[in-house]
């Protein structure tokens, strides 16, 4: 099977390199173009100039385009892209457009007229000929073309092909050893750092300024092609070409549909979950595609965010692309896909392009033309319109001016690109519709809120070993306005910081330096906050002891050796008495035992040593469980280390390891394991508090409180309930804005008023910078359906890395975190007075100028408010006493009452001072549970 894969690897690299005259192949080989309704044409040339009365194919090797259209010429010619016609020309005096995903079938003269039954929207078929196809994006070396699958990622991932150019905003690469890097400067290569499995300790290449470094992953098919390439080019000094704009001005596909408007078992049996019985949102299943059409019976499509869709009107025109629960137009239908078929449309379904539903055939022609480009940068320059006239009329807290100064720029830049594409211009077209997306996407943050009072975090891995870089990653964060960070701890088996604990050590990448130490001292000189996080019962041995990947999933009883966790006992085991325990991404891992007390003794002596030795604002603790059963790796079932076992027969006089699923004593395993995990959280929470008690405790969790229990031992409503935990952080890394919300809600309704609520949120996952701005958005106003409204107290970013690699910084900059912020723990009476002092600010350059507050009022209210920040300062410090803070929410409670009764302020500026109101008295709250 190996030998078949290359084999085909190595046939589609030589089809690539396979450029040059096709002079007199038309003759030698019988070239036929055919359609599926039996019409057929014979090809009498390629890529050779127009004869009277014959057919010609034209590919990209010809150029970019036809030969010009003369005036006294008969000539008609089919643009093909992905084996369908998607246009007809018949006079162009620049020529036809060839597609790289295609060709151009061209008829001079008496010839023309076998050309003209074919329509567009058909699908033909060529044989006797294979045209080489260009990507978007490649590079050619030694004549031969390699697709480059990502320019400037945050993680080059298996399999990649990747660019890294000044962009970049890291000075190296950041990959790992897998894989092969060429540098490449005024096409030559100057760099080859190879791959050597015997010695894996390269790439993570340096960028030049004036170069590119192309990244390729040791699992890509192109992996030995380019390595001999790159070896014959470096001696022969041959250049490589880069192409990065080889955008296809068409595209066209067809797919097979998997149901149209599933409502029940029978009508999609793969759009039902069987796991849980019941159907998967919309009925969509795995890579399937479902059609939604007025007859579905609901207004959107109901579906989950896995997905994508396009939403095509009564003509065929796509009116909108991209997201899911899309709105089903009147007389027109949503294609919903998931997996491979969501791919399928977001390559080809693009907004101004076409959609044809077979249903007869049960199959979706979709395709688009170069007009396309410029629809959906009209679409986007529409939604930013609609963005600000919905902004505007819900009162929030933005510059307007600002937004239209890009709406502006975004029309201008479209309005010459029309007419380039218009002249077949394409690149210099296509090059000003990006700028006026960039344009319309800053002009869509704009109108979105920056709150001054709110948590704002993002989590780190410090890979920095010198005081200028942790400046750098600071002054990063700074730029964003970003005021809280929780930096890891503890990975690779050592410490960011020199310990006396006596079992870890200070990682000797650092050279000495106290990365925790130099943090701190940074961050405050950033005013930004920074949390030791640690990863708790989660452990690996030392980097230098580390057994190959193969070797520890097999037997790594050697540790037993070199390793003093594992050689002590203090390791977690599954039923098989493995340590070893693994997840779907092949990340292997250990835990430590919450039954061993000299584990746990020592765990909570780092986390003391930690408060009593630095000037941290906060500790979080993460990975305050047990594994999660993976499901590619079942029988993990964690917990059954001897010592666990020997304390539970001591409980009930059996030993878990012979226990059933259905036995009695089964239920009590599991809460002896949450119990387990509790207490683990209790004394670490004991050993900071002991070790200063004015920092933040709080932890990372799942935010699925009932599966956490169940499946995790993990029980994070018991740590609230116990007043253990200052905050807490919901681990909610998913798409859409559905379940950050619902998962924000659900952890208010236990945690409000006893411990803050950060919603944590994920970069990594590849979700669009509109969609990370609209989730913080979101849970910032999270409400459910029963009338529960509250704001989440702040949001965390997961990770550093990954939000500044992939560009994400600009979003936030631009819009929700626009103006600085305070925190809410640090200096809570001075955020309450900021919280009122903003609400005054918007009543005079907001509510009253849009008409949603009397004048009269406005000045009874700032009265009020002002009073109530007098009130701060005379009642916080009097020792704190919750009687007289206590005094500060009763006021909160009338002013409210005041504006429900008002008759004559606009219900939205109601709602915005509410939740304004809200968050005071939360941190109040938090003040006086604290005390």
């Known amino acids: 099977m190996m030998k078949k894969s290359i084999a085909l690897t190595m046939i589609f690299v030589l089809l690539f390199s396979l450029i040059g005259s096709m002079e007199g192949y038309a003759q030698q080989n019988k070239v036929v173009i055919s359609a599926p309704d039996g019409a057929s044409i014979v090809i009498d040339y390629i890529n050779e100039a127009r004869a009277d009365g014959s057919i010609g194919l034209f590919s990209r090797d010809f150029g970019e385009s036809t030969a010009p259209f003369g005036l006294e010429d008969q000539l008609l010619e089919l643009i093909v892209a992905n084996g369908t016609i998607v246009d007809i020309v018949e006079e162009d005096a620049n020529g036809s457009y060839i597609p790289p995903n295609g060709y151009v079938i061209s008829a001079m003269g008496s010839a023309r007229s076998e050309l003209e039954a074919f329509t567009i929207g058909q699908s033909l078929v060529l044989t006797g000929y294979e ?12 004549n031969v073309t390699i697709p480059i699958t990502a320019v400037n990622p945050a993680v080059r991932t298996a399999a990649a092909v990747a660019l890294f150019n000044n962009q970049f905003p890291w000075k190296e690469t950041g990959t790992n050893p897998y894989g092969i890097e060429l540098t490449v400067i005024d096409g030559l290569i100057t760099r080859f750092d190879d791959y050597n499995p015997s010695q894996p300790q390269g790439n993570n290449s340096p960028i030049p300024s004036n170069g590119v470094v192309l990244s390729i992953h040791i699992d890509s098919p192109y992996l030995q092609a380019v390595r001999t390439a790159a070896r014959e080019a470096m001696e022969s000094q041959s250049v490589v070409d880069i192409v990065l704009d080889n955008v296809p001005m068409y595209g066209a596909g067809r797919i097979a549909t998997d149901a149209v408007n599933p409502t029940k078992h029978e009508d999609n049996p793969s759009g039902w979950d069987y796991a849980n019985n019941a159907p998967y949102p919309g009925f969509r299943g795995a890579d399937q595609l479902i059609v939604y059409t007025s007859a579905y019976g609901q207004p959107a499509t109901g579906t989950n965010p896995y997905g994508y869709e396009i939403a095509v009107d009564h003509t065929g025109r796509i009116m909108s692309a991209g997201g899911n629960n899309s709105v089903i137009p009147d007389n027109g239908f949503v294609l919903s896909g998931h997996g491979v078929k969501a791919d399928f449309l977001q390559r080809l379904g693009k907004i101004g392009g076409y959609a044809h539903w077979d249903g007869e055939l049960g199959s979706v022609t979709v395709q688009y033309k170069p007009d396309a480009f410029v629809a959906r940068e009209q679409h986007r320059v529409h939604a930013a319109e609609q963005a600000l006239e919905t902004a505007n009329q819900q009162f929030r807290d933005m510059d307007k001016a600002a937004v239209r100064e890009k709406i502006s720029e975004a ?18 077209g296509m090059v000003l519709l990006r700028e006026a997306e960039a344009a319309s996407q800053i002009a869509y943050y704009r109108t979105f809120e920056s709150r001054r009072v709110e948590d704002r975090a993002a989590w780190i891995r410090p890979v920095e070993k010198s005081r200028a870089e942790i400046e750098k990653v600071l002054d990063d964060l700074l730029s964003v306005n970003i005021n809280k960070l929780y930096v890891e701890i503890d990975y690779d088996g050592h410490f960011i910081f020199p310990s006396s604990n006596g079992l870890v050590t200070l990682n000797p990448a650092f050279n000495g330096l106290d990365v925790l130490g130099t943090y701190v001292e940074e961050g405050k000189k950033r005013n930004i906050e920074i949390h030791a996080w640690g990863k708790t019962l989660f452990v690996r041995p030392p980097q230098h002891m580390a057994l190959p990947r193969e070797q520890e999933a097999t037997d790594d009883s050697s540790y037993a050796e070199t390793w003093d966790m594992y050689k002590n006992g203090w390791l977690m085991a599954n039923k098989q008495g493995k340590h070893l325990f693994r997840d779907s991404a092949y990340v292997h891992f250990y835990f430590l035992s919450p039954s061993h007390p000299e584990a746990m003794s020592w765990l909570a002596g780092v986390y003391r040593e930690i408060a009593e030795k630095y000037d941290v604002d906060g500790i979080q603790v993460d990975y305050v469980r047990y594994p999660s059963e993976d499901p590619y790796y079942p029988g993990q079932d964690p917990g059954y280390e001897s010592i666990s076992r020997d304390l539970f027969k001591q409980q009930t006089g059996k030993d878990p390891l012979v226990l059933a699923a259905d036995d009695p004593l089964y239920k009590k395993w599991n809460e002896f394991r949450v119990n387990l995990i509790n207490q683990v959280l209790y004394n670490i929470a004991d050993a900071v508090k002991e070790g200063n008690a004015d920092l933040e405790f709080s932890a990372a969790v799942w935010p699925n409180y009932p599966r956490a229990k169940s499946e995790l031992y993990q029980d994070a409503i018991n740590w609230i309930e116990r007043s253990c935990l200052d905050n807490i952080g919901i681990m909610t890394y998913n798409p859409g804005t559905e379940l950050p919300v619902k998962d924000t809600i ?59 690699k992939i560009g994400y910084d600009e979003a936030l900059r631009e819009g929700v975190f626009k103006d600085a912020a305070v925190t809410i723990g640090r200096e809570p009476d001075k955020a309450v007075k900021l919280i009122y002092s903003e609400i005054i600010r918007k009543i005079d350059s907001l509510y009253v100028p849009g008409q949603g507050m009397r004048v009269k009022d406005a000045e009874k209210y700032k009265k009020e408010l002002n009073k109530m920040m007098q009130n701060v300062d005379k009642n916080w410090n009097k020792g704190k006493k919750k009687s007289k803070l206590d005094k500060l929410l009763k006021e909160i409670d009338k002013f409210k009452k005041d504006l429900n009764k008002d008759k004559h302020l606009h219900e939205l500026v109601k709602a915005r001072i509410s939740t304004d109101l809200i968050q005071a008295h939360d941190i109040i709250t938090l003040a006086m549970s604290k005390s």
Not at 132 to 142: A, K, R
Not at 421 to 426: D, P, T
């Open 746 to 804: 659900d952890a208010l309704k236990f945690a409000k008023g006893k411990a803050a609520v950060m919603t944590g949120l994920a970069a990594y996952i590849g979700s669009s910078k509109e969609m990370l701005v609209e989730q913080i958005d979101a849970v910032r106003e999270a409400a459910d359906a029963d009338g529960f409204v509250h704001p989440a107290n702040g949001v965390a970013i997961f990770e550093y890395e990954t939000l500044f």
């Open 411 to 428: 029309e201008q830049k479209i309005s010459v690109a029309a007419s380039l594409m218009e002249a077949k211009q394409f690149r210099a």
């Open 131 to 142: 045209p080489v196809y260009y990507p978007e994006q490649y590079f050619t070396i030694q």
